[in-house]
């Protein structure tokens, strides 16, 4: 059985308690991410995501995460410096968590679990290029890796997942986020 997504508590990387539920009625894109993965550079297209339709009722939602090969070891206050000043990143961004495994956070628990699978043309290379480095990508429906992509509707339906090599304002994702908000 599902779990309300709005119900779920979630505390913001300034350390302030809220709730999934404060975003209702917006679309959503979450994804976890991390400062040192080589896909960080992608902080910039979620930005311009942002930037481009926060009046429009969208949000990019930044969960900061160290489960793939160490690479978010900071604290909230290096990870929102970091953020902040290598990329201007204005969107909400939250405390670290976990998003694979037994421990992982409720959020991530009901996001992989109302979407197990995701999409994305270079998914095969990207899992790839991961055993190449010599990293032992998760099996589904775990994340494969940082960076990995939820479009949640206005009324809170997990409408898409996209696979970390899709690039946050690549077109299927733009054109995803267009279709929501017009709905």
């Given at each position: ?70 690479q978010e ?42 979407v197990?699978t ?29 960076f ?11 409408i ?24």
């Open positions: 059985m599902s779990v309300d997504l709005y119900t779920i508590p979630v505390t913001k990387i300034d350390g302030t308690v809220a709730s999934f539920g404060d975003y209702r009625n917006q679309v959503l894109l979450v994804t976890n991410v991390a400062s040192k993965c080589g896909l960080t550079p992608q902080y910039e297209g979620l930005e311009r995501l942002q930037k481009a339709y926060s009046g429009s009722g969208f949000n990019v939602l930044g969960f900061p995460a160290n489960d793939f090969a160490g070891p900071g604290s909230d206050k290096d990870i929102q410096d970091f953020c902040t000043g290598n990329f201007g990143a204005t969107f909400p961004m939250f405390s670290k968590i976990q998003v694979t495994g037994p421990e992982k956070h409720p959020l991530y628990a009901e996001l992989i679990d109302r197990p995701s999409t994305g043309e270079g998914k095969a290379g990207f899992i790839q290029g991961l055993i190449k480095f010599g990293e032992t990508p998760n099996a589904e429906p775990e994340l494969l890796w940082n990995e992509k939820f479009l949640i509707s206005k009324d809170g339906e997990v898409a997942r996209f696979s970390p090599d899709t690039l946050p304002d690549a077109p299927v994702i733009v054109a995803a986020i267009e279709k929501e908000l017009v709905k």
